[in-house]
């Protein structure tokens, strides 16, 4: 990935916007989770990353556990839990005569507790993988911890006590925090036990990612991302309706645009929001998406006329990037994001979504009565003229992109999305790219979401039931308590980022089955 | 080191002398303190365990230092600290997309900022190492660390921030505790350079020794142990003066002995003071001698009176280790510390002291008008002859110790100070142990503070100051800052811990050289 350091970035900041925003931030909800059982991790050759949990004893037997100089004891919670963890450490023996020294390690996946994080030689900040070291210089106490982690499986490693005295653990728990409230959670859908299981791991995806804004993962990046948004929101509405949560991201990115109007990627909300120095096209162009699906759920008219600038700005950002011809112009730098595959060529992707983003416009336009409207309709036939031109491989019937003529799932998808097909077509070309099972494929929930999206866009309810059945419920198959950020079937370890130990298995783009599911009656 | 855990000891609470000790509890004295300067640690073999400190910039370069993954720096706050550190980490760069990973490294001396504490494999707990980890999620940031450090080096090790990052330090600097006020402190002596060099060291180490009691060392182990309260009350008296502190100490050994009125050797304080289950005969008599010492430098009749009983209890203890010829008698447990000397038979030295101790106490009787005079003065008599008789070797006219009658340097210093030869023979005797010079030495500060204390009681001050140039000036050669828990001017690298990364450089029992020059005017 080729990180951007752009330090000359002038930003914009609409005060106005922002107190909106900070106006719509609640306090987090909390629950006090104790700790299930204890188990151990065992080298398993089915099980994903090669680990298995076993149960060991139930966790009304850790009182009397006693750890000292080089023991450890692994406890699992259960399920996901996002929060602050405690615990009292209670000294065994002679009084203690030299500080505790704990290390605790947090994982989301059982190969986090059990494989060392010393081995970890991914290009991502190690300061990513969560784990702490304490001292502890008076026994007995109450430790909270005071960082927040993500996870379902804590390891509390005894570095060192003394020969004297040995640590008992009691009253392990986490106090979660998350902005859904569980008693706002639409009833669930009448649908299969497997789709029903699919809603509830999404649902608890989205929860988990649901803080002050809406995470892309708890564990990592903890950030504000649009393209996990544009998602979390669509999920949001069939579930938590948490609205104001939707309009307090929006406001945020329309609050911190740069001197060209362009919003962010993605934001840092400490301790002040602050905008990311990347600007990638296709989420810009999801602020547009977003605040369409946002007007289409609530009829928020002040807010669709307050962002509908913003929303402009956006697509005047991808216009900037079309040639003579009025094609995306593929950049020498990250421009877009569309999916984790470094081979992908995302110009026929960015050429789609803008089509689908300015249908989206001309719509909103209409509501606002907007002058506007012309330009976007000027542009949406020549954008759609120049995909079919010049995008479209008669031959091959299938949309190529980029001066290579790549052939990829996503340049299909997006086509489809644009509805730059009639549907039957649009359904044909699908199939056709099944069939053909480009090399240049899918590699996240994020870009299978689209797929989704669009065998329900020409009406192939089953063939959108197959992908979410086969890739999600693959996930479910490996034990997933929530939906998680990577996960190609054919290559369990997938990381983008050099290691599966730096992945986030908990993480917002992966939360819409429950979308689906409750939207189109799955 | 033979630790013993007696979990079978019974504490008897008297509540109040605790209540005494808790009111003579006073707010500690702070200074903030801020860092010197950037400095390397370089190998070099003339230097002690191999490394010594080179400037490389003034501290108001710092700022401009940017550190990122790997990078690391080492700042000298030019003196020896015991406090809360605190610094500013502001970030440089893109805004920080991932937590900074630090590790903070403390050192008395340059030895544990140059080499990893993971080569550690000394049998005390690693968790006395100064190493703390912190990840640091919202940026900028000022971090006071939690925990409270004994040093005089800082490293920063940046573990992680990311490539879009790097981080500056700002106002680095430490708040200090200690009870020790430096207002109070009486004049420096009238004496040479070199003399006034050793009192200011001494002065430096008591006063960071002494903290809610007198620690033995603001490093390791952070506790009242009876040893080293023994000499730096002397100490005290002679520069701080802080009697209360003493007085304070006496009340919470009282307040916690056993069932037999034995006093543990020390005592944890904190979450409350609790005794440790390690009962050394000696050690139980220095807290006669520290009430001796406290009465002579207080008059303070009410304290004495108080705590008659218990010094009288710590007399019948040693009591019970005699046999019937009036000899202490070597045991197969840890009984008796008097130095780290595995190889030292401490029969002899524990006669020599108990004899000492009882003369105190005579004296103590006499001011008291205490019936007990008389067992005291009858026991005094039986333990003197018996040290006369079986003790002394009339053929190599030394003292010997233990069934295999080793020849040991503490034997003929104990007996020295319990006065059983003349002063004349006494002096010979050490001119004659001298050339002889034992196989058994002395290893600690605290047994060569007796050799000078012996000296001196034979009226040899220039053999005082010898010692006093020739060992603790060794240590000012070496560049000590606060003079150590251990030297061994032949092995520079010894300590009964195994490894010297975990010896303490600042601690109590070395403090005493102010004590005799200032007392003794030398």
Redesign the interface.
């Known amino acids: 990935m080729n990180?951007q350091?752009?330090?000359n970035v002038v930003i914009v900041k609409n005060k106005a916007f922002l107190a909106k925003a900070e106006a719509f931030r609640k306090p987090l909800l909390h629950r006090d989770i104790a700790a299930k059982s204890i188990v151990e991790v065992v080298a398993d050759e089915q099980a994903i990353h090669g680990w298995k949990v076993r149960d060991v004893a139930p966790i009304s037997e850790l009182g009397r556990v006693l750890l000292g100089?080089g023991d450890s004891v692994i406890l699992d919670f259960g399920e996901h839990v996002v929060g602050f963890p405690s615990l009292a450490l209670v000294p065994v023996?002679?009084?203690?005569?030299?500080?505790?020294?704990l290390k605790f390690t947090f994982g989301e996946m059982p190969v986090e507790v059990a494989e060392p994080f010393t081995n970890y030689d991914g290009?991502?900040?190690?300061?990513?993988l969560q784990e702490?070291?304490y001292?502890i210089?008076?026994?007995?106490r109450d430790l909270t911890l005071t960082?927040r982690y993500s996870f379902r499986y804590l390891k509390i490693d005894v570095?060192?006590?003394?020969?004297?005295y040995k640590v008992a653990l009691q009253h392990v728990k986490i106090k979660t925090v998350s902005s859904a409230d569980r008693a706002m959670l639409k009833v669930a859908p009448d649908t299969s036990d497997f789709f029903q299981a699919l809603d509830r791991v999404s649902v608890k995806t989205l929860a988990d990612c649901m803080q002050d804004v809406f995470e892309d993962g708890p564990k990592r990046?903890?950030?504000l991302w649009l393209g996990d948004l544009y998602l979390q929101a669509q999920t949001n509405y069939e579930t938590f309706d948490n609205r104001d949560l939707v309009k307090r991201c929006l406001y945020l990115f329309a609050g911190l645009t740069d001197a060209d109007g362009r919003v962010a990627a993605n934001l840092?909300i400490?301790?002040e929001p602050?905008?990311?120095?990347t600007y990638l096209v296709d989420y810009a162009l999801y602020f547009a998406t977003t605040l369409h699906d946002y007007y289409e759920a609530t009829r928020d008219l002040e807010t669709l006329t307050e962002l509908w600038p913003v929303a402009l700005n956006q697509i005047r950002f991808a216009q900037q990037l079309l040639d003579a011809n009025y094609l995306a112009v593929e950049q020498p730098y990250w421009w877009a994001f569309v999916d984790w595959n470094e081979a992908l060529t995302k110009q026929a992707s960015v050429q789609g979504l803008l089509i689908f983003t300015l249908k989206q416009a001309i719509s909103l336009a209409e509501i606002l009565d907007s002058d506007e409207k012309s330009w976007l309709s000027d542009l949406l036939e020549k954008v759609t003229f120049a995909a079919k031109k010049y995008l479209w491989d008669p031959s091959q019937k299938l949309f190529v992109s980029g001066p290579e003529k790549q052939i990829a799932w996503h340049s299909q998808i997006w086509m489809v999305m644009a509805g730059v097909l009639p549907d039957e077509e649009a359904r044909d070309l699908l199939r056709r790219t099944a069939e053909y099972s480009p090399e240049i494929g899918l590699t996240t929930p994020f870009a299978y979401h689209f797929l989704v999206a669009a065998w329900l866009k020409v009406g192939d309810k089953e063939a959108a039931k197959q992908v979410l059945v086969g890739y999600w419920g693959d996930m479910l198959h490996q034990g997933a308590d929530t939906f998680w950020e990577l996960f190609k079937p054919d290559d369990l370890s997938f990381s983008p980022y050099g290691s599966h130990l730096i992945n986030s298995y908990c993480h917002a783009w992966s939360c819409t089955p429950a979308y689906f599911i409750r939207k189109y009656h799955l």
Request: net charge negative; glycine share 2%.
């Open positions: 990180m350091v752009n330090e100089q023996g002679s009084p203690p005569d030299a500080p505790l020294y290009w991502l900040s190690k300061s990513w702490e070291y001292h210089d008076i026994l007995p960082r570095i060192d006590s003394s020969p004297k990046d903890r950030r840092f400490e301790p602050i905008p990311d120095d």
